[in-house]
């Protein structure tokens, strides 16, 4: 059984910097895109970053240049450096997993990820 597990969130004051982390287990994977995505309340789940197997990234507008993706595959971990937070980036961080990527570019549609996490709180105040 595929488990996804999110750690690092937390309060933290805006212009400051948090790390996320995702450690999958039950299963390896060759081909597959890992994202995170958040949701804050009242609003949508939305696309923050994401990650192929090739190495290829990719970012929504607002976090370019203040978030990055990386991952380990010898961990089979996935993390997300956050710096320059805003209050705007307040949410449920979610780490996700898509285990049949077909183009080395990562998908940033919810509907292709198949497993998720449970979700870390980010709260970034002003």
């Known amino acids: 059984q595929v488990q996804l597990l999110e750690s690092g969130g937390g309060l933290v004051q805006a212009g400051g910097s948090l790390r996320l982390s995702c450690v999958v287990s039950g299963r390896t994977f060759s081909r597959y895109y890992m994202a995170w995505f958040r949701q804050a309340p009242g609003k949508e789940r939305e696309f923050v970053a994401a990650?192929?197997?090739?190495?290829?990234?990719a970012y929504t507008d607002s976090v370019k240049g203040r978030f990055a993706i990386s991952k380990d595959n010898a961990k089979n971990a996935l993390f997300l450096q956050m710096n320059s937070l805003k209050p705007d980036d307040t949410a449920v961080y979610y780490c996700?997993?898509?285990?049949?990527?077909?183009?080395?570019?990562?998908?940033?549609?919810?509907?292709?990820?198949?497993?998720w996490g449970q979700g870390t709180q980010v709260t970034v105040s002003t």
């Open positions: 996700a997993l898509d285990d049949d990527a077909l183009l080395p570019l990562p998908t940033t549609a919810t509907s292709r990820y198949d497993f």
């Open positions: 990650i192929a197997w090739s190495g290829r990234t």
